[in-house]
């Protein structure tokens, strides 16, 4: 099986392909963690790290067929993370930021749980990095937009579907920042960063347009949006869930607007400040309904 390990810190047309890949192939992306495996103790802090190096992502995967006006699939069919990570507190950033103290903590993940101070949990490792390129200027890999990039959402993980804007040839497909644990907001600005593999195929759907991304879930329908606000969050995922809606439930704006007031939730990916002063991730969600089709198709 193919493997990715090559990693590069943007996503960008100007990327060389490490791979690729034809529809239905399946391939490992191996990832280092956000920091790039520089945590080797809690006695670092993020201040002793090189942060040029933060959010590296392997890739980009070149999917053969693909042109701009595609979109790229992605199943999620595995995710294996190594046996501790590192999560931290950051200067000024966070809820109580003016409250802590900056600090490392190194967490076991032993046999799928978490163990904190005199507590545990099952992990639910998830990706926050995953992404194609843009068509214009190249984007850091640790912040999100109509691309995909750094969208921190919990619900990508194993059983999720992505499916990705293709903007340039071959879509370029990259992934990373693998987290083993995260809650929603992660408010100190880390999960438990941790390195590891993930296991997905890739797919490709002809001439559709999307203008965010969307992660199909077992029972739910997703578009992740980003911005400086949550007022544009809304209104950009309210717009687009909107526009995927109309030619499957075939209801007007109106009918649509009272729907998702009804059945649409709101939900936080990645809004701790300072952290992402130029950007918050939020996705926005309505159930599968068995008596009418995918939204994506």
């Not at 942060?51 to 999917?63: C, F, M, Q």
């Not at 109580?96 to 949990?121: C, E, Y």
Request: charged share 25%; aromatic share 8%; with cysteine.
């Amino acid at each position: 099986m193919q493997v990715i390990k090559d990693s590069v810190l943007t996503f960008s047309k100007n990327n060389k392909p490490i791979a690729y890949a034809k529809p239905g192939k399946i391939l490992t992306f191996e990832t280092m963690d956000c920091f790039a495996n520089q945590f080797r103790s809690e006695e670092q802090v993020v201040d002793d790290l090189d942060l040029t190096k933060a959010n590296p992502a392997a890739g980009p995967v070149y999917i053969e067929g693909s042109e701009p006006g595609d979109i790229a699939v992605v199943d999620i069919l595995d995710i294996e993370v190594e046996k501790a990570g590192f999560a931290c507190t950051m200067g000024g950033t966070g809820p109580l930021a003016d409250q802590f103290k900056v600090r490392t903590r190194m967490i076991p993940v032993k046999n799928g749980v978490a163990h904190f101070n005199d507590v545990t949990w099952l992990v639910s490792p998830m990706i926050g990095v995953i992404g194609t390129a843009p068509d214009g200027e190249d984007m850091p890999c640790g912040v999100a937009g109509s691309h995909g990039g750094n969208m921190d959402s919990k619900l990508i993980k194993k059983g999720a579907r992505v499916y990705l804007p293709v903007r340039v040839a071959g879509g370029l497909l990259q992934l990373g920042d693998l987290h083993a644990s995260m809650g929603d907001g992660e408010l100190c600005g880390t999960g438990i960063e941790i390195p590891g593999k993930v296991l997905v195929r890739v797919g490709l759907i002809k001439g559709f347009e999307l203008n965010w991304p969307v992660t199909e879930t077992f029972d739910r329908w997703y578009v992740n949006t980003s911005g400086p606000s949550y007022d544009v969050c809304l209104y950009e995922a309210a717009k687009e869930i909107c526009r995927l809606m109309k030619p499957v439930y075939r209801w007007d704006e109106s009918d649509i607007q009272i729907y998702l007031s009804l059945q649409g939730d709101m939900e936080v990916n990645q809004a701790v400040r300072p952290f992402s002063a130029d950007f918050m991730t939020f996705r926005l969600g309505i159930p599968k309904r068995a008596e009418k089709a995918p939204l994506i198709y």
